[in-house]
């Protein structure tokens, strides 16, 4: 069987708008993901026992459970139980928000915890006020710390994205896997979608190692 | 408030515990304005925690502790204000590792006293050249010795103005030849007729520049008397003990 370009050049629109539609779920989900890591994170770090309760509830519950399972229950489920409508792009950012949500929560905590006692204790000397501490002493060395393994958490989330096939989002590997049913060049399409996600992660991970470069972890 | 009596810290039969062991047992203790006191003792024997129960890092479980005329109970806003009036020096420096050396000691000023940038910049260049620091306002902690560290951290606990100054074994963590740049600063400090209150290990300075000297033992105040006095002849046996053990 001999690899034919035409084919891929064939498929190219169909495929690049299937990873622009991967790119629009990444980036809103994770976005999402990031407000709801920060709070449950910083909830299960300093809250009182009935929000570190919450929180620790929350992750598990996301954590114990595959996310095909999360996205089937948001897009088919949740409807007849609240009986409203989610359309199938909602469906996946909510998805992707809530299953980063979780995991990036315990980056947070982990990283806020691990900040050294003394700095804390050096902002509370100065007579600032503890929430002032969190989000001026304690945060940016927080943030800092998180940094590589948040990168890695939204590398996991890109790629969660192609389970999205099982609700019929346009996503990248959705686009492929019907143009693969009507061409059945599987080889070509397969490693061109495998090309477009290198390529989406290529930069990503690009993106943040300049970034880490440019603020030093301490 | 704090001429009314004289008293810039009144220790009122303060008791703290961590858990079941504890740490002070009803001291009493008065400290005035302009003395140097320097609290020395074996460790666990509570000077620590009596410094830190000070600007209320620890919180006091009985008695009461005024601090510039506000109890250290009067709740958190109140506990602020006594943090802004003693200033807080660590053993291990805890630098904004974020932040240069002139961020550092700009940064209380515009948190705690609402300066502008430039205004606090300026106060940061004056007290890092105060401490022998100008040269370096632009490094990182990461890029300073121990000894520079600690100066620009009691630069930045002088930047909020305070009344008191709290030293935690200020040169615990640094080698021999780094200690005298410190004990300079802190001498120097004490000559302009700053409220000091250091725990520590250097009996030389203890002599040279405490007007005070408190020997700690299980949670109580053993031996308080002048400096000079006490440590050529200990009044007692445990403190002519421990004095042999440090020197």
Known sequence: MQFDISIVVAALPALLQGARLTVLITIA?????????????????YGNALCQKIAFAYVEFVRGTPIVVQVMFIYFALPMLLNVRVDALTAAIVSIVINSGAYIAEIVRGSFLSVPRGLKEAGLALGMPAWRVLAFVVGPVAIRRMTPALGNQFIV???????????????????????????????????AVAVLYLCMIGTLTYCLRRMERRMRIL | MSTMNGHMVQFKKVTKRFGTTTVLEGVDLEIGAGEVVVLIGPSGSGKSTLLRC??????????????????VLAGPKKVREIRQEAGMVFQQFNLF??????????????????MTKADAEALARE????????????HYASELSGGQQQRVAIARALAVRPKLMLFDEPTSALDPELRQEVLRVMQA????????????????????????????EHGQIEVDGAPAELLDNPPNQRLRDFLQHVE
């Not at chain 1, 693969?180 to 399409?189: D, K, L």
């Not at chain 2, 000070?54 to 109890?71: C, F, P, R, T």
């Not at chain 2, 974020?98 to 948190?111: S, Y």
């Not at chain 2, 300075?205 to 007007?211: H, L, N, P, Q």
């Open chain 1, 29 to 45: 989900g994770l976005t999402g993901g990031v407000l709801v890591g920060l709070l449950f994170g910083l909830m299960r770090a």
């Open chain 1, 157 to 191: 989330s890109l790629k969660d994205t192609s389970l999205f096939i099982v609700i019929g989002v346009g996503e990248l590997t959705r686009q492929g896997q019907e143009i693969m049913a009507s061409n059945f060049r599987a080889v070509e399409i397969w490693t």
């Open chain 2, 54 to 71: 000070i600007n209320a890092l620890e919180q006091i479980d009985g008695g009461d502790l005024i601090v510039d005329g506000i109890s």
């Open chain 2, 189 to 216: 400090l004490a000559e302009e007729g700053m409220t000091m209150v250091v725990v520590t290990h250097e009996m030389a300075f203890a002599r040279k520049v405490g007007t005070r000297l408190i020997f700690m």
């Open chain 2, 97 to 114: 590792p974020q932040l240069t050396a002139l961020e550092n000691v700009a940064f209380g000023p515009r948190q705690v006293r609402g």
């Open chain 2, 127 to 138: 007290l890092l050249t105060k401490v022998g620091l100008a040269e370096r306002v632009n």
